[in-house]
């Protein structure tokens, strides 16, 4: 995995983000919108994914669009990922967009080495994830979600029941303990990806 650093590489924050190329085209614009959001000194590193629906995945689960289904290899990127938390002086804080923003959730049930979790419009509709969250619980002790108001407004009836799912996976945690918030954007789940993101870790990290 190819690995992007931005910000203070001083700084006793540390925004992890997994990303692809299209995230890479706005990242820049993305940490400039977390400087102009909150005024704490971080550095980002965006981690490249080599293969979206394999990397990222929890577990395995059949395609619900197109037809790549899901690798349930997010283990396997867990402990690459790790391998960036090794300074015990640091602060860590995990977050992406759409499946990466559902890795990081799940990221911060299997270790407490992430402070927060910014989770922008995850792929929370993913299969049994809600009941994963149910039956067990985060080290992670804040979570941003966000949702688009029109990403539950689909014909594909899997991903259109993510409101209901970022509802209940609120309220869950929220039932753990951690502080949490959902915010609602205007739009689909391909609007202002990199601006919800940013908002997402400037929360966390607020």
Sequence with gaps: MDV?????????VVLIQMVDDHDLAGIENEVADIKRLVNVEFSLIAIKVDDWNKDLSPWKAPAVFGKEDFGGGAAATLEEVLK???????TY????????ALFAIWAAYQTDVFRG????????????????MRDNSIHARKVYLSLG????????????SVGDCIRDAYELL???GTTCTLAWNKGN???DANLRTAAAFAWVIR
């Design 117 to 132: 979790v910014a989770a922008a419009s995850p792929s929370i509709w993913f299969p049994d994830f809600v009941d994963y």
């Design 4 to 12: 992007s650093r931005y910000g203070s590489t001083d700084a006793g």
């Design 93 to 100: 804080f995990i977050g992406g967009y759409s499946l990466a």
């Design 149 to 160: 108001d029109r990403e539950e407004k689909t014909r594909n009836h899997v991903m259109a």
């Design 84 to 90: 960036y938390t090794q300074d015990a002086g640091k």
């Design 174 to 176: 929220q039932a753990n």
């Design 189 to 191: 789940h391909f609007k």
